[in-house]
């Protein structure tokens, strides 16, 4: 037996050490400068060549004997697609076959028929990284329709720029954690502070530090109050004050603490006379002199089910103590969810501390691990995309609106579109079975397209909805680096081992059909995968030189493997020019102004959203009948053990599961009232599908409320019927497909109303999700 060889590789959730021996993975171990390493480390090497691994290229058997017969797409049944066989085939014919779809599609319809917006994290790796790839693939190819925003934080990124600032400014140039820790004395989170969701980092990171800074905060005196249905939302060495609220009540809660603030002359008056726009447009409405409803503590109280006084007293607390606002991005993940972002801006501009040290506006801490890294940041090469010839989009979230309905109007930021009549869809690194909400309608939708092209690792829900699957390599089988603006380090990514299989990666497949597409030259620009490796280090050189950071040559780095960015943390301050001078450094809003009305959003004519933030019921709460047939609401919150759907297979997600299936925590009240305990399958349900979980019975959850992560791979138990039952645990079979509003068209994951019975283990279907198609 040979000797252990170890290299470094990585991933959106951090830094490993990979020990090969006899050219296979021994071992996946964290990076020894981690003290806070995540989960997902102990699922990389059993999912690396495990039975759910794509080995070849494959076509659903269907729709490769229609095409290898000349059939009219019509009869390649579309409506088999998640049922369907599959058939091996070599990677010639699966290039011939992708070249061939996409130059039909073209011809014939248009690339406005070829949707290649191909949302997802994929792996980290600023050359590898799939999104990159497959635009600019398409773009060099006559073009394709794209997505805009994201599944994350649509509605922030939309709403934002219109009020204050960008999401973008609002994270990399969030208030750091270390500027927390020194000034701040209280820590106001609406959502909570998840440290789980901080263990990755969209682009990967180094080290952990999130959870170090957050002890830092508590020993200085630092104060917590989270404000969320799980007491777990923040955890427990801060002390957190665990305000339990009703799910989608956060606006109505802010304007019962500013009824306090502006009743009792506690709002900072000179801050809203220089700094804002519109508060004498928004008070009327607030105090009820609009609507004749006063937004009181007592008012918000029966909304939020919460104590009057409590609300009351936290007011005054928040405007006695250097206060900081933090939204968490799960707020904005439910119908009206610009609302609390938007009152979360005039909440904290009434307290009067945007701009200071530890006070004022946070959005997304702990969210990533990068939103408030007092890390030094730099920029860092990334693949060029080039202008993509077809200008039309869709919301990221409207996907199954478009194939269901081309040639429909939609309304989005002010602006009228219609949905292009999509033939070809072609993803590379993401899943949309597990991040789109209402899989019932999103398979239906599915079936619609001529062809579907996936690049995928594993067997996972999307690869079995393909018609032609083409297998991709992990971050192990090839050599890249990762580094963003919001981490202090680069990490070489080295091969450690060679693909599983036939698989490639996404760059050689794209290259094998740019080949047949005669844009090869172009696309690769006559560089291997080590010359794009240095041309993009290069490229990082010479932004971290603008930035004022000595990095070394791409040969140092490869042999260090891992590049800190030299400096002490980072105490930054958001808006904090614009607080010293807002003539000379105003915001980007039409006013240059915290806009707390909005003359642009009032434009626009929305009747759910208008010119200031306002209380707006969920749809789904209005409808009594609703109501009662399902009382319990569904929060489908990001998991523990893995990174949305990835490695879902993995030992670490697998131990977590409870009797195969998703774990689902109940409040004991809401157990004991339906005869469940922990251990037991139940039957979560509504109108829209069901699915089945394994229950966790906690007081962590308040009554009324329910927890069932994301993620779980999406099994059908009768993959195809129309609404087959979830045999896994996918909370999307649940969740409504409807926009935020108008305005932004974003995700409503978090506004669905269920109930839960429990079923017997003998009559429970076992779980199919990680067995391989046939």
């Known amino acids: 037996m040979s000797e252990i060889r170890t290299v470094m590789s990585g991933h959106h959730w951090g830094a490993v050490r990979v020990d090969v021996r006899d050219g296979a993975v021994a071992g996946v171990r964290p990076y020894e400068g981690d003290a806070e390493p995540a989960a997902m480390v102990a699922s990389m090497q059993d999912t690396l060549s495990g039975p759910v691994r794509i080995r070849q290229p494959y076509a659903r058997t269907t729709w490769l004997e229609a095409v290898r017969a000349g059939r009219e797409p019509g009869a390649r049944n579309g409506g088999a697609r998640g049922a369907d066989g599959f058939t091996a085939i070599g990677w010639d014919e699966a290039f011939d076959l992708a070249a061939a779809e996409i130059a039909r599609v073209s011809e014939t319809y248009g690339n406005e028929s070829i949707y290649a917006g191909s949302y997802g994290w994929a792996s980290a790796g600023r050359f590898h990284h799939a999104q990159s790839q497959i635009h600019r693939f398409y773009a060099l190819t006559g073009g394709y329709v794209k997505s805009v925003n994201a599944y994350s934080y649509a509605a922030a990124e939309v709403i934002l720029p219109h009020v204050i600032a960008s999401l973008r400014e609002l994270t990399a140039g969030s208030t750091s954690w270390a500027s927390i820790a020194e000034h701040a004395e209280l820590v106001v989170a609406f959502g909570g502070l998840p440290l789980k969701n901080a263990q990755n980092n969209s682009g990967g990171l180094g080290v952990h530090t999130t959870g170090s800074w957050m002890r830092r905060c508590a020993e200085a005196g630092v104060r917590f109050v989270s404000i969320s249905p799980l007491a777990d939302d923040a955890p427990d060495f801060v002390a957190p004050e665990w305000m339990a609220i009703r799910p989608n009540t956060d606006s109505a809660l802010m304007l019962g603490l500013m009824y306090v603030l502006e009743s009792?002359?506690?709002?900072?008056?000179?801050?809203?006379?220089?700094?804002?726009?519109?508060?004498?447009?928004?008070?009327?409405?607030?105090?009820?002199?609009?609507?004749?409803?006063?937004?009181?503590?007592?008012?918000?109280?029966?909304?939020?089910?919460?104590?009057?006084?409590?609300?009351?007293?936290?007011?005054?607390?928040?405007?006695?103590?250097?206060?900081?606002?933090?939204?968490?991005?799960?707020?904005?993940?439910?119908?009206?969810?610009?609302?609390?972002?938007?009152?979360?801006?005039?909440?904290?501009?009434?307290?009067?501390?945007?701009?200071?040290?530890?006070?004022?506006?946070?959005?997304?801490?702990?969210?990533?691990?990068?939103?408030?890294?007092?890390?030094?940041?730099?920029?860092?090469?990334?693949?060029?995309?080039?202008q993509n010839p077809v200008n039309r989009f869709i919301p990221v979230a409207r996907i199954a609106d478009m194939l269901l309905n081309p040639g429909a109007p939609f309304d989005y930021n002010g602006t009228r579109h219609t949905y292009p009549d999509i033939r070809l869809v072609h993803w590379a690194g993401g899943n949309p079975f597990h991040h789109h909400q209402d899989l019932n309608r999103l398979r239906r939708a599915w079936a619609k397209p001529e062809t579907v092209i996936v690049n995928e690792i594993f067997w996972n829900p999307l690869a079995r909805h393909a018609d032609l699957v083409l297998p991709a390599t992990t971050a192990m089988e090839r050599n890249d680096f990762m580094a963003t603006s919001l981490a202090g380090h680069a990490v070489a990514l080295k091969k450690a081992v060679e693909p599983v299989g036939e698989a490639r990666d996404d760059y050689a497949i794209f290259t094998g059909i740019a080949e047949r597409l005669g844009v090869a030259e172009a696309y690769t620009e006559g560089r291997d995968e080590m010359g794009w490796l240095r041309h993009l280090w290069d490229v990082s050189r010479q932004r971290g030189g603008k930035a004022g950071f000595e990095i070394p040559d791409f040969e140092t780095f490869w042999e260090q493997e891992i590049f800190e960015?030299?400096?002490?943390?980072?105490?930054?301050?958001?808006?904090?020019?614009?607080?010293?001078?807002?003539?000379?450094?105003?915001?980007?809003?039409?006013?240059?102004?915290?806009?707390i009305f909005s003359e642009t959003i009032a434009g626009f004519g929305y009747e759910e959203i208008a010119g200031h933030p306002r209380w707006v019921p969920p749809k789904e709460w209005l409808g009594a009948e609703t109501a009662s047939l399902y009382p319990l609401h569904l929060i489908s919150n990001q998991p523990r053990k893995r990174l949305h759907s990835q490695l879902d297979h993995g030992a670490a997600s697998r131990e977590s599961k409870i009797a195969g299936r998703e774990p689902c925590r109940i409040n004991p009240q809401d157990a004991a009232d339906r005869g469940i305990e922990t251990g037991d399958i139940v039957r979560l349900y509504n109108d829209r599908g069901a699915c089945l979980a394994g229950a966790q019975v906690e007081p962590a959850v308040m009554p009324g409320v329910i927890e069932l992560a994301t993620g779980a791979w999406y099994d059908p138990a009768e993959p195809g019927a129309p609404a087959s039952l979830d045999r896994h645990g996918n909370p999307n079979v649940l969740t409504a497909d409807v926009g935020t509003s108008r305005l932004a068209q974003g995700p409503s994951a978090h506004s669905a109303l269920v109930e839960l019975e429990k079923v017997a283990a003998a009559d429970a279907p076992p779980v199919g999700a990680f067995d391989p198609p046939v």
């Open 264 to 386: 009792e002359r506690l709002a900072d008056q000179a801050f809203l006379h220089r700094y804002t726009v519109g508060y004498e447009r928004f008070r009327p409405y607030l105090m009820g002199e609009a609507d004749g409803i006063p937004k009181t503590p007592e008012w918000a109280a029966e909304i939020c089910a919460l104590e009057a006084e409590a609300i009351r007293t936290l007011a005054r607390r928040m405007a006695a103590e250097r206060t900081i606002v933090n939204v968490s991005w799960s707020l904005q993940r439910a119908e009206n969810g610009e609302q609390p972002y938007w009152m979360a801006v005039v909440l904290a501009a009434m307290l009067g501390r945007i701009g200071t040290p530890g006070g004022g506006l946070t959005v997304g801490l702990s969210a990533l691990h990068g939103v408030g890294d007092p890390a030094p940041q730099s920029g860092w090469g990334a693949v060029p995309r080039p």
């Open 565 to 595: 960015l030299p400096g002490d943390p980072v105490a930054r301050v958001f808006a904090a020019g614009f607080r010293a001078d807002p003539e000379a450094a105003p915001l980007m809003t039409p006013s240059g102004k915290i806009e």
